[in-house]
Every structure is written in structure tokens, then in C-alpha cells.
């Protein structure tokens, strides 16, 4: 990718940081048609398309039990239990992303099938709980973030990255998947091979774009057998 692209990424994703910064209330948005409201300090997935794209492409099956530990403001731990899943995890290390996904999912009338939780990726968790499915909506970006906000978008040396993949395999359930968005904004190279190194076989189930070349992929990742 040339570095006109990259510097033209740079410059969107600090246009939606600075969106994001300009709400100090809780505002109300419409979310794939669905009324939700965003906290202050909350990333919106409205603001960036491989958080859509990855909405649009769960990979829920009925009855399955996920985990979201990137849940932001909480949609995709909430929008897999529209579409089937029996119950959803939803972690966020940052108090307002926890608030507001905890808030919305008791406004549509969730919280008893939406555990909100508030830690560290997996810290939240009991070391026995297992998930049929594990959405994954990490940084992209190897960049110091500059705030909590930045964080859903900038991951310093991929501190972020590297661990889910050293600890998600201890959460899956024996036929468990994972479905991932990413984007050669960021090191898709390092993606595949901290994906293999950690024992998963990985497949592009829809990949799109944005701006001129910029490619956004989904993944499913399963255990290699």
C-alpha cells in the first residue's frame, strides 16, 4: 500500500476520534435500524465500516454462546443474541464502553441473555467458561494510543493482538470459532501468523473495501486439526 493510502487512513480514523470526542452526553443513533444510544468516549461503529462489515457478518448459529471482548459500546455482543445466540459475554476495559453497552442492553431488554462485564480481554472471565463463538473486533493499527477512545483503533506493537491470540484458545468450546475483522491498515502478515502459531486454521468469509484500496477482511478462525 502506497503511503498516501496510509497517510489517508491516518487522517480518517483521527477524523473519527475527534467525532467521538465531540459528544460529552449520551446521544441516540440508529444501529443497522435499530435505536441505540452512544456513550461519551464510546466508539460508534456508525464512524467505521469494518465495524459494520463485521456486524453484518457474526457468523451466529441458534443456540451458540459468545464472547465479545472488544464490546466497545456492546452492538456485536447484542446483535449476536438477536440473531440466535442463547447468551453473549460482552468485556470492555474502559468504564464508559462498559456503561453503555451494560445500558443498551437493558434498554432492549437483554441483560438477562448480555453479561456485561468490565475488565481486560479475558481478566473478566472464569477460567472454565468456554464459547462456541468469539468476535473479535481488535486495533488495527501498531500505534501508541493517545486516549481510551484511540485504543478501540491503536494497538502499540500489537500488545493487544498478540495476547488474544495467546489466551482466546483456553476459552473456546471444542468446535469453537472465531470471527475477526481486519484490515491492511494494519499488519494482515502478523495477523496470519500469530493465527497459525497459535494453532488456528483461518478463512476469508467477506472481505470489502473503503476509500480507493483499503481492504477489509472477516475472518473465521478454528483449531487446526
Do not use: W
Request: aromatic residues 10%.
Amino acid at each position: 500500500m502506497s503511503m498516501t493510502i496510509l497517510e489517508e487512513s491516518m487522517e480518517f480514523q483521527d477524523t473519527i476520534l475527534r467525532s467521538v470526542e465531540q459528544h460529552p452526553i449520551p446521544y441516540l443513533v440508529k444501529l443497522k435500524g435499530l435505536d441505540y444510544v452512544m456513550f461519551p468516549e464510546t466508539f460508534n461503529p456508525n464512524y467505521a465500516k469494518a465495524s459494520l462489515f463485521l456486524l453484518d457478518n457474526l457468523g451466529v448459529q441458534e443456540g451458540d454462546i459468545v464472547l465479545d471482548p472488544f464490546t466497545g459500546s456492546g452492538a456485536d455482543a447484542i446483535f449476536a443474541v438477536r440473531e440466535g445466540a442463547s447468551r453473549a459475554v460482552a468485556i470492555d476495559k474502559f468504564t464508559m464502553p462498559y456503561l453503555c453497552a451494560k445500558y443498551n442492553a437493558h434498554r432492549l431488554g437483554l441483560e438477562d441473555r448480555v453479561d456485561v462485564r468490565q475488565g481486560d480481554l479475558f481478566d473478566a472471565l472464569k477460567e472454565d467458561e468456554k464459547f462456541d463463538l468469539v468476535i473479535a473486533n481488535p486495533p488495527f493499527r501498531a500505534m501508541q494510543p493517545y486516549s481510551d477512545i484511540a485504543a478501540a483503533l491503536r494497538d502499540e506493537e500489537y500488545t493487544t493482538l498478540r495476547r488474544f491470540f495467546s489466551d482466546v484458545g483456553n476459552y473456546l468450546a471444542d468446535n469453537g470459532r472465531i470471527r475477526l475483522v481486519f484490515s491492511d491498515v494494519g499488519d494482515m502478515d502478523l495477523l496470519q501468523d500469530l493465527a497459525k502459531s497459535h494453532g488456528f486454521s483461518s478463512e476469508v468469509v467477506n472481505q470489502t473495501k473503503y476509500a480507493s484500496s483499503v481492504r477489509i477482511e472477516v475472518y473465521e478462525l478454528r483449531r487446526e486439526k
